[in-house]
């Protein structure tokens, strides 16, 4: 069984944000075992597996992406969309824009501690998409 489904989240936030819920509310039932992998169809917002029990992750996450990639840096030449456009798309690029997820038993096979993230790099980001597409039996 190969199944697809197109998945849309928030608006949100600049930041890093838990998603796992959000996604899983879409996505319907899981098969018994399988795969779900999760693609971002956007160039300034990212993807990801990281820590889903301490909000602090989130945070430093959050802070340490716009130390690595500045806004207003003096080498950018792709600006026309405002400050904070060119950065976006490095730190997407950076973060990734798919994870594929194990399913084992009608449930993702993830570690305790381990959720995902959506990471929105615009400072006003409309609703992003991400593509789910489930196989399994």
């Known amino acids: 069984m190969i199944h697809q489904k197109t998945i849309s989240l928030g608006p949100f936030p600049r930041g890093i944000h838990l998603i796992t819920e959000h996604i899983l509310s879409q ?3 899981l098969p018994y075992t399988g ?10 917002a990212g993807i990801t597996i990281n820590e889903n029990a301490d909000p602090s992750v989130r945070h430093d996450m959050h802070h340490f992406f716009n130390e690595l990639v500045p806004e207003h840096w ?6 026309m969309e405002g400050p904070d456009d060119m950065p976006a798309h490095i730190k997407a690029s950076l973060l990734g824009s798919s994870v ?4 084992a038993h009608h449930r ?24 789910a597409t489930i196989t399994g039996e």
């Open 35 to 44: 795969l779900l992998h999760l693609f971002i169809r956007h160039t300034s």
């Open 100 to 103: 594929s997820i194990p399913i």
């Open 27 to 29: 996505c319907g039932s």
């Open 74 to 79: 003096s080498g950018y030449t792709h600006t």
């Open 108 to 131: 993702l096979n993830m570690g305790v501690w381990q959720g995902i993230y959506l990471g929105e790099f615009r400072n006003k980001a409309g609703k992003r998409t991400v593509i």
